[in-house]
């Protein structure tokens, strides 16, 4: 790759199930100054009702990232704002977004994506973190699972990404999901997330907060209830705490059944 931008990252985070977890991590713990406010959260757990049991999957509760997260400067906006400005812009605006410090989170079609499940085999809408380029944009750094399910960084041609960004079937997917006509759990497939690292902020360790998550966790209580003013739809919680422990067993009996639905 001729000379360009490469972000600092982490390809091995303390926690990688959920990509909404795993990126923002990635990025955070290239340095360990995130240490004292990761030791504070990521201890209650939920099964979350959006999909359903047993399709729904364990994760762990935070509040929405945007613009929740320490040590981050971060950004969110439709998708759309690139759409209008026509075909091929995508390439040139992720270089400028990584040249200021920005990695870049969107949804594309892995589809059109190498070394992924879905590769030239099926349509797949799903998160990709951008954190590198050369210089004449033939290719991007990103991050996320290969076909074999192993977390890592890879790349991709500038044509590749163009293509994965601007599937029909994707942008059928945003004007369906818009129209009321389908749901999805995967997130809001029309925004693309900015994040870049900050260092003149802080954190600390939060015991109270720790406290507070152990109590919620240990009398299986919904910690969404302590944030009411925040939408948190995606919390409406099949169990939560140590209620999870009823489903997991029967979680992990369907995916010997259907081995297609294993999933963290």
Known sequence: MSPGTRLP???NPPLIGK????YPL?????????????????IQLFWPRARGFPHATLDFFYPPHYPSLPLLDTQLFDRRILDRRGEGVLGDFLVSCLADGWYAQLYVDEFHIPGRAAYRCAYMPHRLLVFGCDRDKASFDVLGFTADGRYTASQVTGSELEDAFESAELAADIEAIEAGERE????????????????????????????????????SRNTADRFRMLDLSYYNQEATGMEIYNGIGRRLEYSLRHPEFADV
């Open 19 to 22: 990509l909404r977890h795993a």
């Open 26 to 42: 990635s990025i955070l713990s290239a340095d360990d100054a995130y240490l004292p406010w990761f030791h504070s959260n990521f």
């Open 9 to 11: 990252i982490n390809a």
């Open 184 to 219: 999805t759990a995967l997130g809001d497939l029309a925004k693309i997330s900015l994040a870049r690292y900050d260092s003149s902020k802080s954190c600390s360790f939060d015991l109270q907060l720790v406290i507070d998550q152990l109590s919620d966790y240990l009398l």
